[in-house]
C-alpha cells in the first residue's frame, strides 16, 4: 500500500510539473470520451434499439430484387396488395411509403416528414393510438372517400399545445383537408431510423396528397416499403415484382 501511494505521489508531482501537457492529455482524453458516447448513443438509436412495435423480434424487411445492382428494392402498391392477399405464411404485411408534405394552412405552412401508408399498417405492427384510434382496413380502399390522418405525439404537442379534442379536428396537407382520427404513442416515429414522421395518410389518399398519385398508384410506381410480422418463422427470400 506505502509504495502505491508513493507512485500516487510521485506521479501528481510529475503531473503538476508538466500543467500545459496535464491540460492538453486532459482535454484530448475529454474530447474522446464525449466523441466515443456520442458515436455509441447515434449507433444505438440507429442501429442497436429495438423499433417500438408489439412484437420487434418478429418484425421482417421485404425488398424486391432486381439484380445485383438493386438487391433490396422497393416495391409497387399494387405489388403489395398481390402479396398482401396472397400471403399464408406471414402474420400479416403492411406497407408505407415516406413523402415530405407542406402541413397547415397558408399562415402557417411547415414541411413535415410522413408517411403513406397501408390501411391495417398500425395494426401488423400492434402500434396503439394514445388518442383516439389508427385507421381501418376499409379506409385504404376507395381513393379519396376517406380523408383521414393519424398525427405524432411532437406534432400534436407543437402544433396543437397537446390539444385534448385534438381527434375530430380538420387539419391541411399539401392544401388538402384531412380529419386527424388519432395521435401515435410518443415512442413511436415511424419506420426510417434516424427520421422523425409527424403524420401518416391512407395510401388510398395518394391521388389527394401527393404531387405525382398516378405514378404511386400504378405497378410501375415502385414507392412502397414492405413490413411484416413472421411470428417464429423468418423469411429470407427476396420477393420478386
Known sequence: MMTLLNDLRYGAKMLWKSRAVTVVAAISLAIGIGANSAIFSLANSLLLRPRPVSHPEQLVELYVSEGEQQPYASTSYPSYVDLRDHNDVLSGLAAYGI?????????????????VVSGNYFDVLGVAAQKGRTFLADEDVVPRRNPVVVISNSLWQRRFNSDPEIVGKTVTLNEQPLTVIGVAPPQYTGMMRGLSIEIWVPTAMMPAVETTPRIAL????????????????????????
Do not use: K, P, Y
Open 99 to 115: 413523402s415530405q408534405f407542406n402541413f397547415g394552412d397558408a399562415n402557417e405552412v411547415e414541411q413535415i416528414w410522413g408517411e
Open 218 to 241: 400504378r405497378r410501375s410506381g415502385r414507392l412502397m416499403r414492405i413490413r411484416a410480422m413472421c411470428g417464429s418463422t423468418i423469411v429470407h427470400d427476396n420477393l420478386a415484382d
